[in-house]
C-alpha cells in the first residue's frame, strides 16, 4: 500500500480525455503477491475519473482513482490502487494506467447512518465507524470513538460497549497518562470531563472494485471539555485473497501547549480487541504469534514483567468467535515512536503504546497495517505481511 517514489511521476496527454500514465513497479528484495499499491498523481482538479490499467500488457485487474491519503507527501492530487498479483524479488513489472473521465462503481461502498458509517463490500461490512456525539446520560457509550472490524465473510470480530473492559473498543487510540500545559487527563478511559469527540468527515472513497478509505477528523478534550489537539485519523481496507488488510493512520496535532502522550501498555496507544466472546468463552484458546515463535494456549507476554516485549516488528493474535478461528495481525513501522512497549492479554487485546511529545509545530504521524483472516497464522507469513509494510514496492516513470 505505501510505495517509495524514485522518479515524481510526470502526467502525458493522449488522444480524446484521456490521461496515459506509465509506471515501472520494482518488487526490490521481496517476493510481492496481491499487494496493494498506490500511485501518486497529479490530475487536472474538480474532476473524477475512472481508470483501466494493463501490466505486462496484460489486464492488470481492477484500478481505483480516489484523493491522496493522509501520509502522502503531498504534491499530488490523486492516488490510482491496484493489486499486484504477483512479482518476484529482483524483477520489475511496467503498468500502464489509463484515466478517462467518469464516475467510478464497485462494491465498496461507505453508507451513513446516525451515529454510524459502515464500509461495504458488497454486501458485507468491513469497518464501521462509531461516532456518536457525547451524551452526559449515556457517557459510557459515546465518550470515544473507534472502529469496528469484520472478517472477510462479514462476521464481527471486535468488540463495542460495555463488556470486560467497556472502554477496550475495536480498533482504538489512546493514552492513558495524556499531558498539556499544567493539564494531565485520561483521554484512554476518558475520565472527568475527557473525552474524544467526532468533529467531521475530511475524505471518504467513493465506490470503487479496489479501496475503502476515510478521514475523520476527532477533537481530543480534556478539563472542562477544552480541545487541546486534533487529531486526523484515517482507516483504509483492502479486500484480498485470503483476508482483509486495514490501515491505521493518525496524524495528531496540538492546538495550543505542547502534548506529552504517555501510560502503560495496558492503556495507551493503538490496540485490538476482540470480540467480548473472546472473554466469556474462549480465552484458554487464545495464541499469540510472535517473531520468536508460537505462544502456548491460553497464555500471554507484557512488558515490562518481560523487557524484552519492545520494539517488535509485528504480533499477531488467533482467536476464536462463533467457534472459528481467525488471526489478527499488528504491523508496526520503525518510523513509529519508539521504544515500543507490547501488551497481550487472551482475552482478546493487543497493542503497543510509546511515550512521546508532541508539539503544534511538528504534529506526531503514526502508521500501522492490521491483517484479518481466518485460521491460524505461521510467524513467517506474519512476518512477510511486515516487511512489504515496511519495504514496498518502488515506483518508476520511464
Known sequence: MGVAMTCFLTLLLVTGADLTFYVEVAA??????????????????????????????KDVGPVAVVAPRLASAGKETAEAWFVLPKLEAGKTAKVQLTLSEGTSSGDLVWKREKDISTLYNGKSPVLRYEHAALDETK??????????AYSPEGVLLTKGVGGQYTHHRGLFYGFMKTTYGKETVDIWHCKGQTHQAHKEFAEETPANPVIGRHRVKIDWNGNGGKTFAVEE??????????????????RLTPTE???????????AGFHFRASNEVNDKTKNETIYIRPDGVGKPGTETNWPSNKKHINLPWLAMSFVVGGQRY??????????????????RTYGRFGSYFVTTVTKEKPLTVRYRVWLQKGQMTPESVAALDKAFVEPVTLTVK
Not at 517476493?31 to 497529479?42: A, F, I, Q, W, Y
Open 28 to 57: 526490490g528484495k521481496l517476493d510481492r503477491m496481491n499487494e496493494p499499491v498506490g500511485v501518486p498523481l497529479t490530475l487536472p482538479t474538480g474532476k473524477t475519473f475512472t481508470a483501466k490499467g494493463t501490466l505486462d500488457g
Open 139 to 148: 457517557r459510557e457509550a459515546t465518550f470515544k470513538v473507534y472502529h469496528h
Open 233 to 250: 485519523r484515517e482507516l483504509a481496507a483492502f479486500p484480498l485473497p485470503g483476508g482483509t488488510l486495514i490501515e491505521f493512520t493518525s
Open 257 to 267: 501547549a505542547d502534548v506529552k502522550l504517555d501510560g502503560d501498555p495496558q492503556h
Open 327 to 344: 488471526t489478527s495481525a499488528y504491523l508496526d513501522l520503525p518510523t513509529n515512536p519508539k521504544e515500543s512497549r507490547f501488551s497481550e
